[in-house]
């Protein structure tokens, strides 16, 4: 893959994970970016339109995955929709990398919003989003741990 279109990926994957930071909320565009910018990322890459038919079918089956998830209260809905769109970059082939890193840095971050929720709670004079952050009531920024299981799998696509 070319290095614009490995830029552009994580690009987007950081803009998800800083509106996730801010508001709790994953825009929409994002994860319809990340799947248009797709085929065009793997036609430069020389992948042929089978190859791209099997990660977008990857991408659906990750996709009623999530939204399960989703269903239940283990996902927001903007979380169910980045990462099935990531695996669309990802594939198969490259999924496990992108699990291995979502997943050490999910628990990363549960663990840092457990300690830092035990330690302050929220406060009048503090920015918005840290309040959200130090909310018991909120859940976590999930797209941080999306963003690194990106990262981790960007080397290993195509």
């Not at 800083?18 to 994953?26: F, V, W």
């Not at 319809?32 to 079918?57: E, K």
């Not at 018991?136 to 290993?156: C, D, F, L, Q, S």
């Amino acid at each position: 893959m070319t290095p614009f279109f490995t830029a552009a990926f994580l690009a987007l994957c950081l803009i998800a994970a800083a509106t996730d930071i801010a508001r709790m909320k994953i825009p929409n565009w994002v994860s319809l970016a990340l799947i248009a910018l797709y085929p065009l990322a793997a036609l430069t890459a020389g992948a042929g339109w089978a190859q791209i038919g099997w990660h977008f079918a990857f991408g659906l089956l990750v996709l009623s995955l999530s939204f399960g998830l989703f269903s239940i209260g283990v996902l927001g809905g903007g979380d169910a929709k980045l990462i099935p769109a990531v695996a669309v970059w990802t594939g198969a082939g490259a999924f496990l990398h992108f699990m291995i890193g979502m997943t050490l840095a999910g628990g990363a971050l549960a663990l840092a919003l457990l300690a830092a929720r035990a330690a302050f709670a929220p406060a009048d004079g503090r920015p918005a989003f840290i309040n959200r952050l130090l909310s018991k009531e909120r859940g976590a920024p999930y797209a941080i741990a999306i963003a690194v299981g990106a990262i981790n799998a960007a080397p290993h696509l195509f």
